[in-house]
């Protein structure tokens, strides 16, 4: 029965030391860590510079938009129909009215 035991244990130590020698470093923390280095790398010389270059060019797309003039006012007689005035205000606006793009029936606010 030893004999067999220990045959046992060998080749169960035999086996954790092969698979530990087979996997390498790993990024979770505990022995032989570090990989949150590199993760901490990544986050502040790609992730950060990438959001940074997003929001560039989500500004300039918006600046691009509000460059050009509004487009002149024409009333057509199947756009903005006011057939049941609204509950808020003088009944012309909507809720979510803005005065510079959205005309009322009788044309532009400014």
């Known amino acids: 029965m030893s004999l067999l035991n220990h045959i046992l244990l060998r080749t169960i130590s035999q086996s954790a030391a092969r698979n530990a020698a087979v996997a390498g470093p ?5 022995h032989g860590g570090g990989g949150y280095k590199t993760w901490k790398k990544l986050s502040f010389f790609v992730a950060l510079p990438a959001v940074g270059l997003c929001m560039l060019n ?6 691009e938009e509000h460059g050009h003039p509004r487009p002149e006012f024409v009333p057509y007689e199947h756009m903005r129909i006011r057939n049941k005035r609204f509950p808020w205000g003088e009944g012309q606006r909507s809720l979510f009215h803005n005065p510079h793009v959205n005309p009322l029936p009788s044309g532009y606010e400014d």
């Open 26 to 30: 790993s990024a979770v923390a505990g």
């Open 58 to 63: 989500a500004y300039l797309k918006h600046q």
